[in-house]
């Protein structure tokens, strides 16, 4: 039975790894510019997690074979070093590994959270609610109306709470169902949650992003293709957690001013 | 006749009369078995709520049969709603987590043998463990109570995120009463599992017996030991959180809801409160709760595997030190479940680099049982197989958590099937073969009889193959972005391909699933026709193996066990063979090697 | 608390060296030592509860919707006599004599100190719930604020740890005047350190509460 169980674990860890070394199951294409740094760092991480996950297992199988069934009166024998070579193994490749990872981290997470964004980035608010995303552009003045969530009626499309019979910012600002933003040029996503906690997630733009309810949180980022992508969340909201989306509609810059254009004169 | 230094009064007298000694009882061992098979009711409702998950994820218009008298509103006529789905996921998670895998590992094994491997008649306070298991049971049967209100069991997860979990009954379906019964039965199993920490800590530091140092505790025990000192600083901020959460429900408090929020289309009467406050207590007992649920498994392991290889480990002390190291930075680390939760994302950098340290002691450990193996005379029976295929799932596991550790990486994998396939490995399936093992190994103590070990081994084989094909494939579904938590997959990119992926886990979990019931049909007929078992069939060292199988019940007769050795003296010459026995005055000789 | 001595005199099996000698000498069992590590643990798992409501408190505190609320000065009050109740039943502590098992013929100044104790913790709760009714007649009630909420939660907690080591403390009181029983020395001395840790922890909390609230 040792040796049955020997070759079965050798069996399914080649099994396992053929699917991410044949790459079967692919991230889908990076379309940010600060993506590139997350992709490296996950694969160099797969680079050392695959041959750690097939070295231990490839190492079990091999000992189990070997050392279960032996000959009566085989010696019992001691891995040369004993434990000390062990935490010094350990302690070097995992901190080695703990290092490289940690500093290309520090540049990874940083692109996202610890740089400033633009002064001219495009402004957007997107708000999260059950089981629907909003966004809303700032309109000509630039200045978004306050949220009013007493004033909230979605059945007169008003998602917002938005006043813009006695607030002037509130009368220019334009509603969408869709994210629609011009490509390479940097957008700053405000993020608001009307009722409990949500998520904005894009897997080709490797962004995600809670809302919190209570917290004005935003993030940045470059959009560099245009094409439609998904934006689900993934954070349990209730029970349309699992329908909740929407589209990030990344457009040439022309077609995005035409598509703006449009929007603004039909408020 | 043995003596002893310190004099010891009787714990408490001998149990007369069938309550005394089946069901109120204060005898450590029966209340070790109760917790046992509440453990095992518990995993076979969660096993079938998961069975019940998986179907519907691949056929979700299907009629299962049944399910209707279950729930008439969550499943009408036998097809699952989406809300129904997400309280059967709630459940799943909350029993699993709580009442398996603190209950088996820790609460089952430790109150069974802690006492008996250190040499002690039985718990310091045997009427605070038997409090603490009523306790438990209590909370499970609040629990369960959410199943048969008509609003059916809550939809928050087992995790409860507010506001989704405070706001009440406009969250949803069984957000009224469904989540408040969640609240008082984790608030009991608080208190249950700290009644019980506080015993195993007492026990173990003042209950030894002579010539039993600390450093001559089995690793099984020592990790016991280290368990309830993480329990004990868990649940005591698990049961202020879940207070709190009550109060926001029913009292109108505002500790996690903040100002504005519009609930199906209702403005709700709350303000200043915090989301992020519940996400860092609730992860504050989150996290060393994981490594609750997994190191006493990692203890049963290592004890088995010795006996199995009959040679020690290459160093029992530095295992025991990486399992304290690993207690100590469990505590440090519980941000990385809110990498991209709005906390501030320099703590999110802070907090990864304990959870990438904690790398090193379980590396420390893997290494360890592997060289320990080098040279070993491994025999095979089912008990050891289960200990050695916990070694290739916590790799497996373990692995995966490298990634999920860097925050950058988690911003893509966060709330994907990704995570769910790492906690799975390690707690679902690794934590669980440590159970699965330790029964094998210690059934024959605790009844008298033997298990079938051709049954066992079969159960082996369907469950190591079954898990891997189950779980692995979740890894591949979080690199392509699958999100968790979903009762239907309708993203663009979920195409055939991977629906095919999520039947094969489907069918692997249903197959993987009935062997279960090998070892409960093993289990179950052993107790009664199981070959009778000798006072020690493994022929091994540590004191649970110096008594009768079953023992009495004050353990050690009158005679009060003195210890001379360490507890792994294998492959030795010894009067009885390859080893020596921690109680016995015999020197040992190392055989010539 | 724990597991106090066995009722049936068969099964206690003291060696004759532990037993209350002329020299006073008290021999700790391992069933002692273990209570007190109890006790120690409990206060410990205490300690850490109320630390998480603390930093819950902290937490919460920061927003802006705080409010600023006086608390009812019959809080001094009690915090009085909660403090006296300390010193009796230390007083107590030491006026009960014995060995290792309190003699109660020759101790009957400790349970008079006993019997002061109990009082004193029963009107420390009762001003307590005299506190609570002059916040109610503010119109400050659980959920009215931030800061009377955690008010509430934070005292309510502590009169009930303080109602269950009254309830222990009724119940010790009753074993030592049964003559016919005999209670552990080291029993009751957890009990003390229990209470101690009661005043010790309102202490706490009354200071946080008046720097905080």
Known sequence: MGKIFAVVLVIIALASAYPIISNKYAMPEDISTHGHLIDEQLHETMWEAGLSFLGAQLVLAYFVWVFTNRKAGSPLKTFPGGAKVMVIAAILFVGTEILALGVMGQKAWGSVYFTAPKPDALQVQAQAGQFAYYFRYPGADGKFGAIHPDKIDEGNQNYFGLDPANEVEARDDVVSGELVVPANREVQLLMHAKDVGHSFYVRELRIQQDFVPGLDLAIHFTATKVGKYEIICTQLCGLGHYNMKAYLNVMSPEDYDKWMKTQEAAQ | ?593 | MSSASTVNSHAVALPAASAPAASGVIAETSADRASRSGIWLGLFTITMSFAAFTSALFVREGTSDWGHIVLPSILYFNTFLLLCSSATIEISRRCLSGGRLIDAQKSRKGIVWLLFTLLLGIAFCVGQFMAWQQLRAEGLYLATNPNSSFFYVLTCMHVLHLVAGIAVLTYLTGRILATHRTLRRSLFDNVAIYWHFLGILWVYLFGLCLMKL
């Open chain 2, 1 to 593: 006749m043995q003596e002893t230094s310190v004099p010891q009064a009787h714990v408490h007298a001998p149990p007369e009369g069938f309550i005394r000694k089946h069901v109120f009882s204060l005898d450590h061992k029966v209340i070790g078995k109760q917790y046992y098979g509440l453990a095992l009711v518990a995993v076979f409702l969660g096993m079938a709520l998961s069975w019940l998950m998986r179907l519907h994820l691949v056929w979700p218009n299907a009629k299962v049969p049944g399910l209707e008298l279950l729930s008439k509103v969550g499943a009408p006529g036998g097809v699952m709603t989406p809300e129904y789905y997400l309280s059967l996921l709630t459940m799943h998670g909350t029993l699993m987590v709580f009442f398996v895998l603190t209950n088996a590992p820790f609460a089952a094994f430790g109150n069974y043998f802690l006492p008996i491997q250190i040499g002690a008649e039985d718990m310091a306070f045997p009427r605070f463990n038997m409090m603490s298991f009523w306790v438990t049971f209590t909370a499970f049967l609040v629990l369960i109570t959410a199943f048969i209100i008509p609003d059916g069991p809550p939809i928050a997860g087992w995790t409860s995120y507010a506001p989704l979990s405070a706001v009440g009954k406009d969250a949803g379906p069984g957000m009224q009463f469904g989540e408040s019964l969640w609240g008082l039965s984790i608030a009991l199993f608080c208190i249950g599992s700290l009644l019980g920490a506080l015993n195993f800590i007492a026990t173990t530091l003042d209950l030894r017996a002579k010539g039993m140092t600390l450093m001559r505790m089995p690793i099984s025990t020592w990790a016991w030991f280290i368990t309830s000192c993480i329990a004990l600083l868990a649940f005591a901020v698990l049961l202020p959180a879940c207070i709190l959460l009550v109060l926001d429900r029913h009292a109108g408090t505002s500790f996690f809801i903040p100002a504005g929020l519009v609930v199906s289309d209702r403005l709700q009467p709350h303000s200043g409160g915090s989301p992020l406050l519940w996400q860092h207590l609730f992860w504050f007992f989150g996290h060393p709760e994981v490594y609750i649920a997994i190191l006493p498994s990692m203890g049963i392991v290592s004890h088995i595997l010795i006996n199995s290889m009959r040679k020690p480990l290459l160093s029992a002390k530095v295992v025991i030190y990486s399992m304290m190291s690993i207690g100590f930075l469990s505590y440090m680390v519980w941000g990385h479940h809110m990498f991209v939760s709005g906390m501030n994302p320099m703590s999110s950098l802070a907090f990864s680099f304990p959870t990438l340290t904690i790398t090193i002691p379980a590396t420390v450990m893997t290494l360890i049982w592997l060289g320990s193996l080098y040279g070993a005379d491994i025999q095979i029976n089912s008990a050891s197989l289960f200990a050695l295929g916990f070694i290739s799932m916590f790799v497996s596991g373990g692995v995966s958590g490298f990634f999920l550790a860097q925050p950058s990486i988690d911003i893509y994998l966060h709330g994907t099937y990704f995570v769910v396939g790492h906690f799975h490995l390690v707690m679902g399936v690794a934590s669980l073969f440590g159970v699965f093992a330790g029964t094998y190994f210690w059934f024959p103590k605790m009844s008298g009889r033997m298990m079938n070990d051709n049954l066992g081994k079969l159960h082996f084989l369907i469950t190591f193959i079954g898990a891997y094909c189950i779980f692995m494939p979740f890894h591949y579904l979080g690199l392509v972005g699958n999100v968790r938590r979903y009762s239907s997959f309708v993203d663009d990119f979920m195409g055939p391909d991977l629906m095919s992926l999520h039947k094969f886990i489907t069918i692997s979990a249903l197959i993987t699933g009935a062997a279960q019931f090998i070892f409960l049909f093993n289990l179950i007929y052993s107790r009664f026709k199981g070959a009778p078992a000798s006072d020690n069939p493994w022929n091994a060292t540590t004191l649970e193996w110096s008594i009768p199988s079953p023992p009495p019940w004050n353990n050690f007769g009158d005679k009060h066990p003195i210890v001379y050795h360490d507890p792994y003296q294998y492959g030795v010459r010894g009067n009885k063979g390859d080893f020596v026995m921690q109680d016995s005055p015999e020197q040992s000789i190392v055989s010539g090697d």
